[in-house]
């Protein structure tokens, strides 16, 4: 199933929309759908786009539920939905928009056909680092921006995660050169997936738990997920021969968690001020969490599984770059909110990137010299 970047902004949501291809009418309905209080315990629902208790991004879900109920003492209590479970991964933030869910959590470029805007909160193609992300959305008017987006879908969304730097992906052949590429049937959701469509790629943005059959069967070719600590639990070096570097696509991939906006609205002030602490805070542990793992992850990779690394020549990371350019160009071009985010986004990463400059990567290049 190929997603096509389009121009086209929903600016009203039907519930036919929003639960396409099976979910039922007594879902609408169900109570699973409206906040419950009983005896004085508010119970609301959080549905995500990953599989049941992934390392790091299915495990967030469940962390951060489990924090609100604790940090309300017991007031709240959050019921989590992995992927499928309530509504398939990718209708997450219509659940939440419509209110068959109160929460959503998973990556926002997952919902770019909604507003291609939703990339830059995810990321972009030689975009923004972890760090240079929290610096935007928390100081650079990056948050201003998103909840004015969000707002159009009855949401109001917020970093709850970070998996940092992304590998390059899993490849059953090598690329030497940017004509590797052509004709190769990849998984990569977002604007990653739209630069290599423009180098010949058949880029194609399926659910986490479905890649694995992809690459087996041979519907892919080749796959980016995340990193080392999740593509080994996933396995992929079972079925794929080559693992790439640096990943181009994902240079620190925010995660999202969002709430209904009627759900927020009747929250207390305190209330919503746990929700935000949460969130913020399993941002920051995540990142830590990814790094960790990621570590320990590739070692394993390397040393026990024999996995072939390969990183990707500077030919053809400069074709990338030149094409991610027009991408980004072009996103500006769809509608006055995707234009205000993207000049907002460039703007504040062209001061972040020569701090950057003079900060980690210098000292980086230092301490590997």
Same mark, same amino acid.
């Given at each position: 199933m190929k997603k096509?970047?389009?121009?086209?902004?929903?600016?009203?949501?039907?519930?036919?929309e929003a639960l396409i291809g099976g979910a039922s009418s007594l879902l609408l309905t169900s109570t699973l759908a409206k906040p419950a209080i009983s005896k004085g315990i508010r119970r609301l629902t959080m549905t995500h786009t990953w599989p049941k208790?992934?390392?790091?991004?299915?495990?967030?879900?469940?962390?951060?539920?489990?924090?609100?109920?604790?940090?309300?003492?017991?007031?709240?209590?959050?019921?989590?939905?992995? =992927?499928? $479970?309530l509504v398939p991964a990718f209708e997450a933030l219509d659940a &939440?928009?419509?209110? @068959?869910?109160?929460? %959503?959590?998973?990556?926002?470029?997952?919902?770019?056909?909604?507003?291609?805007?939703?990339?830059?909160?995810?990321?972009?193609?030689?975009?923004?680092?972890?760090?240079?992300?929290?610096?935007?959305?928390?100081h650079g008017g990056g948050k201003e921006l998103w909840n004015k987006l969000s707002a159009q879908f009855n949401v109001i969304s917020f970093q709850s995660a970070n998996t940092g730097v992304q590998m390059g992906g899993w490849f059953n052949k090598e690329i030497k050169t940017i004509?590797?590429?052509?004709?190769?049937?990849i998984r990569m959701p977002g604007l990653g997936g739209e630069v290599l469509?423009?180098?010949?790629?058949?880029?194609?943005?399926?659910?986490?738990?479905?890649?694995?059959?992809?690459?087996?069967?041979?519907?892919?070719? =080749?796959? $980016?997920?995340?990193?080392?600590?999740?593509?080994?639990?996933? &396995?992929?070096?079972? @079925?794929?021969?080559? %693992?790439?570097?640096?990943?181009?696509?994902?240079p620190g991939a925010g995660l999202a968690t969002g709430v209904n906006l009627d759900t927020w609205n009747s929250l207390t002030d305190t209330q919503r001020e746990i929700f935000k602490s949460v969130f913020s805070h399993e941002n920051t542990y995540t990142l830590a969490e990814f790094n960790h793992h990621n570590s320990i992850a590739l070692n394993t990779l390397i040393n026990k599984h024999g996995v072939k690394m390969r990183s990707f020549s500077k030919d053809i990371?400069?074709?990338?770059?030149?094409?991610?350019?027009?991408?980004?160009?072009?996103?500006?071009?769809?509608?006055?909110?995707?234009?205000?985010?993207?000049?907002?986004?460039?703007?504040?990463?062209?001061?972040?990137?020569?701090?950057?400059?003079?900060?980690?990567?210098?000292?980086?290049?230092?301490?590997?010299?």
């Open positions: 096509k970047i389009t121009n086209k902004r929903k600016t009203k949501i039907t519930r036919r208790n992934f390392p790091g991004l299915g495990t967030s879900p469940e962390r951060i539920a489990k924090k609100i109920n604790k940090a309300t003492d017991g007031e709240i209590e959050v019921k989590v939905f992995a =992927a499928g $479970e &939440a928009s419509i209110g @068959v869910a109160d929460m %959503y959590n998973g990556a926002e470029y997952y919902f770019q056909g909604k507003n291609i805007g939703f990339n830059f909160f995810t990321a972009v193609p030689f975009g923004m680092t972890a760090n240079e992300l929290n610096a935007w959305i928390d004509d590797d590429l052509k004709g190769l049937k469509r423009r180098v010949g790629s058949a880029a194609v943005a399926i659910p986490g738990g479905e890649i694995y059959p992809a690459l087996q069967s041979g519907a892919i070719d =080749a796959t $980016e997920w995340v990193g080392p600590w999740n593509d080994l639990a996933f &396995a992929f070096y079972q @079925v794929s021969k080559y %693992y790439y570097w640096p990943g181009f696509h994902e990371m400069n074709e990338l770059k030149t094409r991610s350019r027009e991408v980004l160009e072009d996103v500006a071009t769809k509608d006055p909110i995707s234009n205000e985010i993207y000049l907002s986004f460039i703007d504040n990463l062209k001061r972040l990137r020569n701090w950057s400059k003079h900060s980690e990567l210098a000292y980086m290049g230092a301490r590997e010299d």
